[in-house]
């Protein structure tokens, strides 16, 4: 069948209409013509892939630069011109629809289209190599990513020509100032190839080789990374969103910075405060940011094991500006209880994700939101990062 498509969705899938149903489909772009192969079909709803175009929209549409793209799940939206555009609209209508009408997303931060990531995780399956298929759990053998940093690529090829895949499961590497390996599988694994490339070998949990963490500067600041923490994958764009953030915020008294991580937005910030007070579940994550907390000689900044609620028990601080940079899945009712509890003067909150973005937003009813700036923190994909700026009514 033909169908004509119309417009994108939140995925940077196009959306036609036919016989009362609603079609997404991969690599379509709105005003074009397309016969699809159908993947999913359900009572309204078809999902499908074009296989062959009838008419293009050369306005929006651009070569995909990846042999691999469509096959591999990495990317989405790599056949779309103005990515930049797709997402500031996105994040607009998102808002636009569930918060205010009225509240304009200013602008879309992108600073890297490739080579941005600082970290890759390698699926092995039947001695292969390489990155889940879209929507299966089969395996895409890959020579190099146009994602990940060009050391990674450099470091996959030599995996590949090297290591016996036995016993493995996944190859996780980070380059960030340094580069780690980690394999995940088997303890019995060789990677004698490795040393002196590479700065740290992890196998499993154990440090086999090398430091037991890796360095990265992100603007005057030096962190620790260690194997099982997370962190950003685009340093570039996440230096430039951090000080967004340190310029929203004028010399206050307490700073409350909840799911910290590694304490890399809390010690950007900790020059804006008398003190800092960082909060994280992840108890590796609490041990990096106290290291990174000395190696960066910071001193009014404290980190935590635990939720807002928990730091309440154990402190009468009390915050004026909080940031939260949640994980996905966005806010629990919980916190947003103990924010509310907690009424700071502003509340600054860092989203991957801008559905549940505009859900918490609409529940944090004691503040008016000031302004929303979009980071493309990682192009080529549907995702993209925010930063939004609440203030007390």
Avoid: W
Avoid at 33 to 39: Q, T
Avoid at 49 to 73: E, H, M, Q, S, W
């Amino acid at each position: 069948m033909r169908l004509k498509i119309d417009s994108f969705d939140h995925q940077g899938r196009g959306i036609g209409h036919f016989n009362d149903k609603v079609y997404f489909v991969f690599d379509a772009l709105p005003g074009e013509e397309v016969e699809i192969e159908i993947e999913k079909e359900k009572k309204n709803i078809v999902t499908g892939r074009v296989i062959k175009y009838y008419k293009k929209n050369d306005d929006l549409r651009t070569g995909a630069k990846c042999p691999f793209y469509g096959i591999c799940g990495g990317c989405d939206i790599m056949h779309i011109k103005d990515q930049n555009g797709y997402k500031l609209d996105k994040l607009n209508n998102i808002i636009s629809k569930y918060v205010d009408k009225n509240i304009k997303v200013s602008d879309v931060v992108n600073l890297n289209e490739y080579n941005y990531r600082n970290k890759i995780t390698l699926q092995v399956c039947n001695n292969e190599i390489g990155l889940y298929k879209k929507n299966s759990n089969d395996i895409v053998c890959i020579d190099k990513c146009f994602l990940v940093d060009d050391r990674i690529n450099k470091i996959i090829d030599l995996i590949k020509k090297n290591q016996n895949l036995n016993g493995i499961k996944q190859i996780v590497i980070k380059c960030m100032d340094e580069s780690m390996v980690t394999f995940i599988g088997d303890d019995n694994v060789n990677f004698d190839y490795l040393k002196g490339v590479v700065d740290s070998i992890y196998v499993n949990k154990k440090n086999v080789y090398g430091k037991s963490k890796i360095t990265v500067h992100m603007g005057d600041f030096k962190f620790l990374v260690s194997s099982e923490s997370f962190f950003q994958v685009n340093t570039l764009v996440a230096s430039a969103m951090y000080n967004y953030i340190d310029s929203l915020i004028d010399k206050t008294n307490v700073i409350f910075d909840l799911y910290c991580g590694t304490g890399t937005i809390g010690i950007f910030v900790s020059n804006k405060a008398n003190r800092v007070v960082g909060l994280e579940i992840n108890s590796e994550a609490v041990r990096d940011a106290n290291e990174n907390k000395k190696i960066n000689g910071i001193s009014n900044i404290d980190f935590y094991e635990g939720d807002a609620s928990s730091v309440v028990k154990k402190t009468d601080l009390k915050p004026d500006v909080i940031i939260v940079d949640p994980p996905r899945s966005g806010l629990d009712d919980k916190m947003i209880m103990d924010i509310n509890k907690l009424l700071p003067k502003k509340i600054i909150y860092v989203s991957c994700d801008p559905m549940t973005l505009a859900r918490d937003l609409k529940k944090l009813d004691n503040y008016n939101i000031i302004s929303i700036k979009g980071f493309n923190m990682f192009p080529n994909t549907y995702h993209v990062e925010s930063v939004s700026l609440l203030e007390r009514k």
